[in-house]
């Protein structure tokens, strides 16, 4: 049984950084690319980033290029979120998606999700 368990989400003020990490079980992690997506109150979920299985390739969305990073530990089975420079527009829940192989930015694509996380960022 495949479980995704993102931890780290939180209360932060503007500017400020929080990180979010994503334990993966029941899945051969190192097969897997991974991505975080978000969803804020009232709006459709959107892609944040994603990592190739080996970590070598990267894609951001615009609204976080340059403040977020996505990275991963193969050996330890967990994706993680830095965010930096945050601000109340990147307040949602985050979830963190997982698909065999190949890097992707469509919802759709990812097989798996975890149960999402809170990240309130105050003004």
């Known amino acids: 049984q495949v479980q995704l368990v993102e931890s780290g989400g939180g209360l932060v003020q503007a500017g400020g950084s929080l990180s979010l990490s994503c334990a993966a079980s029941?899945?051969?992690?190192?097969?897997?690319?991974m991505g975080w997506f978000r969803q804020a109150p009232g709006k459709e979920r959107e892609f944040v980033g994603a990592i190739s299985w080996s970590g070598n390739y990267k894609n951001h969305a615009d609204s976080v290029k340059g403040r977020f990073t996505i990275s991963r530990d193969n050996a330890k089975n967990t994706v993680y979120l830095q965010m930096n420079s945050l601000k109340p527009e990147d307040t949602a829940v985050y979830y963190c998606?997982?698909?065999?192989?190949?890097?992707?930015?469509?919802?759709?694509?990812?097989?798996?999700w975890g149960q999402g996380i809170q990240v309130t960022v105050s003004s």
């Open positions: 998606a997982a698909r065999l192989l190949t890097i992707a930015t469509l919802e759709r694509a990812y097989d798996y």
């Open positions: 029941g899945l051969t992690f190192s097969n897997y690319a």
